[in-house]
């Protein structure tokens, strides 16, 4: 079976997941039966590129979008001069490709940039390429942490699928480790220490530093953004608090619903004193239910240096899952990087295909 | 969908599942369409009952053994003494229940107790439920370390499904985590905590005490079995690591082929040496791809505290896979018991449903 796929976005995790789809055709054809063509992309600064019929050459895509050029070339409907109406938009795009007469749907695989106050513009992508009948695969947690039950009802009424297992630790399973393999367990919570940069920022902290030495080492590394206050305030990890209630523990919460403490006032000092007495300072992000409430937190706490969080140093994260029947399992992510982001939504696809 | 179960061992474990079973039948009907009828139950010491027309009472069968009785009166064949042969073995009850006329495939429970020298009398139990036309989901981990492809291809054969999620880490999944949540991801090596007697052990004379106290304590809180030797002398996890070889990393390995040194002559000031220098001696269990080859040790081993398998104490376990993909990934047992491994059977039976 072959899906066609529009990418909204082309960045970093956009491009990598392309020639990682590359890398994987064989692979993919063999065990899943799962074949692919990119009919099109769309970008905020290198144009938009659409061919419903041909499909893309992804490689010219990427070397194009690498060098800093314009997709708009790569458009059947330009160079056709066809009469249609030049694509000026993402949600065009979504448009145009849920019109193609007597095909699949398409599948929509979202990897812009999150404005993490509102979810945008990921969840506006995500709810009309629900309704024009897409499916929807997708890397960024705006729009399980804001928009869960409504995005998730959209695509049941209409039969679509919603798959973001990317949205939490990058490519590791936690999705799918409790829906595939957990059939039957309730999670009545969790903790987690989920956000890699504040981790990162504590570990170096401990091996002695300041909190701005340390970010600005995160920042030189590429490994913290030149804005890292997302990071620092707990911001993203409250969003993907807020995607884990929503989908594990069937919550209906935003981000804004989650006490949040960041780190941006800690001391290295206080960090190295919780090392003296055989402690570590984490941000630790966490869950519970609390009668008909869910009650949920991400602020940095003293763990025992025997507990599975204090344990995770640099860009490590885990989750660790209370069930009803098991008792507390946990999933961890030793790595990470762009592959592991990219490798979370080729999960998605196999995924859909399965469920195809 | 009614799936038709024949219990093969009837002890803590096969007692335990069949209660969880009644626990979950309206979970597992909603949400799975999954309903079951358990029509026969063979054991070692407490008779026959097979009642393929309207099933057996599984309350009644569990106080019956409880109290030491046997089942034989529950089997209709006798009752109704319409000249059906008394069923006298386990490998009978297989045949019988594969030849119920017009009836969907039996699925075969094992959970007898394993001689593990031999694998056995699971790894028959199971040879002769696939030739006869059943699927199986067992906890035993005999069959997979010692006949893993024979039964692999003997399922595939006969289009059954042979399903063993509780071999390793009880309920929590291992097997399912890797084919059912990293679609494309090579496994190419893994380490592990896998036996909780000798992690207990180990963790015990941390605190101080010899191993022989060590042990002891452990036999006297149920932990340990009475003869420990198989969990001291590395056999169990040896079986358990050869199935995660063959399984994960597709190899053909049985437990004589995995290196193995017990912790029986391990001293507690050897113990508690690492610990005062920051390490942790566990029992590590591991294999890597070495040419066409795989190595399979399991032994005991000075670990970094910081080490995710130096954080697991007492009966906790865990698996850390190395990936192509995604790095180092684990999944973590905290919490165990019988119902962990009662779930085991439970997750398998929901499996078996997807695929039918």
């Given at each position: 079976m072959t899906l066609d796929l529009i990418l909204i976005g082309f960045g970093n995790v956009g491009r990598r997941f392309a020639s990682l789809l590359g890398e994987q055709r064989d692979r993919l054809e063999r065990q899943h039966d799962l074949g692919f063509r990119v009919i099109g992309i769309a970008t905020r600064r290198h144009g938009i590129a659409y061919d419903p019929k041909a499909g893309l050459d992804l490689e010219r895509a990427r070397t194009i979008v690498g060098e800093g050029?314009?997709?708009?070339?790569?458009s059947s409907r330009r160079r056709a001069g066809d009469g249609g109406t030049r694509l000026t938009s993402a949600l065009d795009l979504i448009e145009q490709a849920s019109?193609?007469?007597?095909?699949?749907p398409a599948v929509l695989v979202e990897t812009t940039i999150l404005d993490i106050a509102h979810g945008q513009p990921a969840t506006d992508h995500v709810r009309k390429a629900l309704r024009s009948g897409c499916h929807v695969i997708t890397a960024n947690k705006g729009p399980v942490a804001f928009a869960y039950r409504e995005l998730h009802d959209l695509a049941n009424a209409a039969e679509r699928s919603f798959l973001f297992?990317?949205?939490?630790?990058?490519?590791?399973p936690v999705f799918n480790f409790a829906r595939e393999t957990l059939p039957g367990v309730q999670v009545i919570g969790f903790r987690g220490v989920i956000n890699s940069t504040t981790n990162h920022i504590l570990t170096t902290m401990e091996h002695g530093g300041e909190f701005a030495e340390a970010l600005a080492e995160m920042q030189a590394a590429g490994i913290a953004e030149a804005d890292a206050s997302l990071d620092v305030d707990g911001w993203d990890a409250a969003a993907k608090t807020a995607a884990l209630v929503n989908v594990l523990m069937n919550g209906t919460i935003t981000p804004y619903d989650v006490r949040r403490t960041g780190i941006g006032g800690m001391q290295g000092g206080e960090v190295r004193a919780a090392v003296a007495r055989g402690e570590r300072i984490r941000l630790v992000a966490s869950a519970r239910r609390n009668g008909d409430r869910i009650d949920a937190e991400v602020s940095p706490a003293p763990l025992p240096a025997g507990d599975l969080l204090a344990g995770l140093s640099g860009a490590q994260n885990a989750v660790v899952l209370k069930t009803d029947l098991l008792g507390e399992v946990a999933v961890v992510q030793l790595d990470s990087g762009l592959t592991q982001t990219a490798y979370a939504l080729v999960s998605d696809l196999v995924t859909l295909r399965r469920r195809l």
């Open positions: 050029g314009t997709l708009d070339a790569l019109h193609r007469p007597g095909a699949r297992e990317g949205a939490v630790m990058d490519g590791v």
